[in-house]
């Protein structure tokens, strides 16, 4: 059974700084396609934030954090990474991260096959 689980999470001020990590227990990243992260704000949809291939490292990032966001991965430790910078009240959300087997940087969340459990981020102005 794979588990993905996100930590890195927390509060900060306006223009600070946070990086995110996802570790998998299971399986090693290596076996999927896509990683990618999400969030969900309180009362909106999920929304995609930046994606990366485990092969060849391509990246995508949504058009809000492009950037200000940097989507990396440690093979070593097995793990995704989000580093996030000049952070807004806006990337306030709870992130997810996912994994896909078969996808690519264009995928929606329906092609993702597992989800984390989410980390908290909190922007104050």
């Known amino acids: 059974q794979v588990q993905l689980e996100e930590s890195g999470g927390g509060s900060v001020q306006t223009g600070g700084s946070l990086r995110l990590s996802c570790a998998a227990s299971g399986r090693t990243f290596s076996s999927f396609d896509i990683l990618g992260w999400f969030r969900q704000a309180p009362g909106k949809e999920r929304e995609f934030v930046a994606a990366i291939t485990w092969s060849g490292g391509g990246r995508r990032y949504a058009v809000s954090v492009k950037g200000r966001f940097t989507i990396s991965r440690d093979n070593a430790k097995n793990a995704v990474l989000l580093q996030m910078n000049s952070l807004k009240p806006e990337d306030t959300a709870v992130y997810y991260c996912?994994?896909?087997?078969?996808?690519?940087?264009?995928?929606?969340?329906?092609?993702?096959?597992?989800w984390g459990q989410g980390t908290q981020v909190t922007v104050s102005s």
């Open positions: 996912a994994a896909a087997r078969d996808g690519s940087l264009y995928s929606g969340s329906s092609t993702y096959d597992y």
